[in-house]
């Protein structure tokens, strides 16, 4: 086969508040999505995912779509789009792949009814061969979606080293550089004078057509993906989607892609979903004045993520408004629009417009959501109309 296929378990279906709105195969995971290190370990292009019901009109960019009604194939190779594989391995033609112990890929040896994966329940072993052998696939698995800023770090160490190798790079006498893990900068880059890269605990990369304006210090680990813009401050352990926009004191971060932190305002420990725009002198809390393990709100209750820093979640097209205070352990929910006069509540559920119950309207969500992207050059076209129109009729609420 040359194509494989990404599938959320029911675990993976309740990585809110991103699940609403995306597989969590398009999630960033270190420097790259999920599905970009899985195609890169087998060589392969994804040709679907299977995933929750209501994001069958999911679309974005060179994402692939929902796998229709019907079967995959014999030769077909389904992933848990849960495990993040590391870079730099390849596994040829192996039939079952395992990470830490547990199934993370199995090449189906008869067609498979996708039926079979609709409620996310179907454990990969149960379609294996026992007398297959293992092929060993090195990285992580994810439990809960916290755990991408639990591995971040580590995750973007060997992410940069193994991928700075790979690129075209050029030499940047103009910089201050600390520290004695690699630093690369790839050919097509702009990187202002009067910016310091300190690489004393961990290596950085500036991709092709990101720019780094003067006075930024990037603190590594750190990975600027193409077309990022980093417009001054202190950027710390963080990777930097594609066409996102980040200024001001940010730490141990992951930008998904396309969003906006222009201004000023401290954001530490935290995830930013696509099309995310943070109003200006917007602070998150990363830790408890206690200094204990940080809760947070999940689709299952309340629970305790073990970890002392953990900032906001935020969902896919969530806004803030100027001098907004998120406290330790936020979740802001897909297209939630959040205005508050003091510290917002710890989960703000999708679509809620402002403070109280009211919910944006649906209608002028999409018109605005179309606006922001054609910012971008991106045009939203009718499957990505039909997904926000879905999500929203999908979208849960602080007690579900």
Not at 193 to 207: E, K, Q, T
Not at 245 to 250: L, Q, S, T
């Amino acid at each position: 086969m040359s194509q494989f296929y990404l599938y959320d378990d029911a675990r993976a279906r309740a990585f809110e508040p991103f699940a609403l709105s995306r597989p969590v195969g398009e999630l960033r995971a270190g420097a790259l999505l999920i599905r970009q290190r899985w195609e890169q370990l087998l060589g392969l292009g994804c040709g679907g995912f299977l995933g929750a019901l209501h994001l069958a009109d999911f679309e974005e960019f060179d994402a692939p779509r929902a796998v229709a009604d019907g079967s995959l194939p014999a030769g077909a190779l389904v992933v848990n789009a849960r495990c993040v594989p590391a870079l730099g391995g390849a596994t040829g033609a192996a039939d079952l792949l395992a990470c830490d112990g547990a199934v993370a890929a199995v090449r189906l040896t008869h067609a498979v009814p996708t039926a079979r994966f609709a409620d996310g329940t179907l454990d990969l072993e149960d379609l294996s061969d026992n007398g297959w052998e293992r092929t060993v696939v090195h990285g992580r698995w994810l439990d809960a979606p916290w755990d991408l800023l639990r591995h971040l770090a580590a995750m973007l160490s060997e992410d940069v080293a193994t991928l700075g190798t790979r690129l075209e790079t050029v030499a940047t006498p103009h910089i201050t550089v600390l520290g004695d893990h690699p630093v690369f900068v790839e050919a097509g880059a702009h990187v202002e004078p009067l910016v310091v890269i300190d690489a004393s605990a961990g290596p950085v990369l500036v991709s092709r057509r990101a720019s780094v304006a003067a006075f930024t210090r990037l603190v590594g680990p750190c990975y600027i993906a193409p077309d990022a813009q980093v417009l001054g401050g202190k950027v710390t352990t963080c990777a930097i989607g594609e066409h996102s926009r980040v200024h001001g004191e940010v730490s141990t971060t992951i930008f998904l892609g396309h969003a906006n932190k222009g201004h000023d305002g401290f954001v530490g420990h935290s995830i930013l979903g696509r099309w995310v725009n943070l109003g200006a002198a917007t602070v998150t809390s990363n830790l408890k004045n206690t200094y204990g393990a940080v809760q947070l709100w999940t689709p299952a209750g309340t629970v305790t993520t073990g970890l002392q820093f953990l900032g906001t979640l935020f969902g896919d097209h969530a806004k803030t408004a100027i001098g907004t205070r998120l406290t330790t352990g936020s979740v802001i929910g897909t297209g939630a629009n959040v205005v508050a006069s003091g510290l917002t509540p710890k989960v703000v559920p999708p679509f809620l417009w402002g403070e109280g119950s009211a919910l944006y309207d649906p209608d002028r969500f999409v018109t605005v959501a179309e606006r922001v992207m054609a910012r971008r050059a991106v045009t939203l076209g009718d499957g990505g109309r039909r997904h926000l129109q879905r999500i929203f009729a999908a979208r849960w609420t602080a007690g579900a």
